[in-house]
């Protein structure tokens, strides 16, 4: 019993994190692997103490872990009685100790062995995860198909050709958005706080829903209002610039005066509307 508990013990702990990695490494391609890393830690944790719960608490009996504990830390001569297990080779005054080595070192050593073991059975004799060069690979790999999809949708939706959406779920989208995100500077109602009045007819960079989403994707970093293309789709921007236009003419109350140009929506839709403002 008392050579065979550490053994129980570390068998545990291997099974447990076989058990929890093989379950989750299953899934990693869906979840990704750095994810899938974590869970699995966690997952272990959580069967260990579980295991312990049960076998030692729920039985009621915990002497072994407290043996076990005390062994793998007491183990070792200490200090004070260094006296007896000095050997008796003497090189200028530096002498040994014939100590032993603590049973936690020993161990960890037994851990990082099994650690190894699975390690090459995951990734190089079974395959199950990829190794670092692929797993760079795959990344850059599923980069550039965002890249793609992005350029793909921003080829259908840009400031050229853009219309207002009118549907009550786009519009409720690019609230969601709005509120979330802008309401910081621009105001609640887009009444404006460090961000211009929302509301009102006057536009610095220009109105009109082609003007607004060209001011949403690039941003006006001078002024401290970043280009938000890389946090929406072009999509999310048309839905957010279509909401921001159902704002005009709402006069929320404190709202920043006017800055910028009047703007009057030009009556034939050219391409070159973007920025056409009429001077007040
Ligand atoms: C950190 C503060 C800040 C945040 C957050 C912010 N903005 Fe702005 N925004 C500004 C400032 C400042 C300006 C004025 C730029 C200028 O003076 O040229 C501006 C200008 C604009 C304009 C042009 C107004 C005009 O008169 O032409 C629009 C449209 C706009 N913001 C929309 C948004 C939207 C939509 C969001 C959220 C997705 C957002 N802003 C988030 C600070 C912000």
């Excluded at 068998?11 to 990693?28: D, G, K, R």
């Excluded at 939706?157 to 802008?182: H, P, V, Y």
């Excluded at 989403?213 to 048309?238: C, D, H, R, Y």
Aim: charged share 20%; with cysteine.
């Amino acid at each position: 019993m008392k050579n065979k508990f550490p053994i129980r013990i570390i068998m545990l702990f291997v099974w447990s994190f076989v058990f929890s990695s093989s379950t989750l490494l299953a899934q990693a391609a869906d979840i990704g692997t750095e994810t899938a890393l974590i869970m699995t830690g966690i997952l272990t944790a959580f069967f260990v103490i579980i295991i312990f719960f049960v076998i030692f608490v729920l039985e009621g009996n915990i002497e072994p872990i407290v043996k076990f504990f005390n062994a793998a830390w007491a183990y070792v001569v200490p200090q004070s009685a260094e006296k007896a297990i000095q050997m008796d080779e003497d090189f200028d005054g530096i002498t040994e100790l014939d100590n032993r080595i603590p049973p936690w070192f020993n161990y960890l050593f037994g851990a990082t062995v099994i650690f190894a073991i699975i390690y090459l059975i995951n990734y190089h004799v079974l395959k199950t995860s990829p190794l670092p060069q692929a797993e760079f690979s795959e990344e850059l790999a599923s980069a550039d198909l965002m890249r793609r999809v992005r350029i793909a949708s921003e080829g259908e939706i840009n400031e050229d050709k853009l219309a207002a959406l009118k549907d009550d779920a786009s519009i409720k989208e690019g609230m969601e958005k709005f509120k979330k995100n802008c309401v910081s500077c621009h105001g609640n109602e887009g009444s404006g706080i460090v961000g211009p009045n929302l509301t009102d007819q006057y536009w610095i960079h220009g109105g009109g829903v082609k003007n607004i989403f060209a001011t949403i994707k690039n941003g006006v970093p001078a002024k401290g209002m970043i280009s938000w293309k890389l946090v929406f789709t072009p999509k999310e921007i048309q839905q957010i610039a279509s909401y921001i236009l159902t704002l005009q003419g709402t006069n929320p109350p404190g709202g920043k005066p006017q800055e910028g140009n009047l703007w009057v929506e030009p009556k034939i839709e050219a391409s070159d509307s973007v920025k056409i403002a009429v001077k007040s």
